[in-house]
């Protein structure tokens, strides 16, 4: 039984996610081609602030977002204010989230999503990377490229739409933060969400 248990508990290790990234400390590069073709890296967008979204379109806690047009506003809020946003959805294939480049545009474009652009990671490499547990999964770098923020988009961590308007977002009052040339007050959180669907 003991044994049973040891291998389960191994297994376990050997899937999960690696240790996460410390706020403060430099962001992880990414190198990924996105849904249109064009290559992804941080080190393309050095002197920005880069917002990190986990996603996975099946997940409740996505719908409430998107389905409330708050994520879309965010979205649109950081785009105005010259900040990137890469969606990342490391859901392995054959798993709840997991979407062809087709499905991911047609999704994207029957939701009215604002990012600057949407990155499949079926092999979870980026996820893990960054230790993303959830969806939504958020991480906010600054302009030098460090780790300003990361952990849930705000403090209600439910599935309802409604609790979208009293929420505080950290995504926002992160990016407004580094904008006015401080840290964000709040750097890590516990993300809420649906587990990230990695690969076994």
Known sequence: MFKHFMLAMAALMLSA?????????AAPAIHATDITGKHQSLEAYKGKIVVLEWHNPSCPFVVK????????????????????????????E??????????????????????????????????????????????????????AYQGAIDDKPGADKEDVKTAN????????????GKTPQTGTTKAYGCGVKYKD
Request: glycine share 10%.
């Open 17 to 25: 996610p690696a240790h996460a990234v410390e706020t403060g400390s």
């Open 65 to 92: 977002h998107y389905g409330s047009d708050n994520m879309q506003k965010l979205q649109e809020y950081a785009a105005s204010k010259g900040v990137v946003w890469l969606t990342i959805n490391s859901s392995a």
């Open 94 to 147: 054959g798993k709840q989230g997991s979407m062809t480049t087709a499905e991911a545009q047609g999704y994207l474009q029957s939701v009215g999503s604002k990012e600057s652009a949407y990155i499949l990671d079926p092999q979870g490499k980026i996820g893990k990377l960054y230790n993303a547990l959830t969806t939504p999964h958020m991480y906010v770098i600054d302009a030098d490229g460090k780790l």
């Open 169 to 180: 977002n950290y995504v926002r009052a992160a990016i407004d933060a580094l904008l006015a």
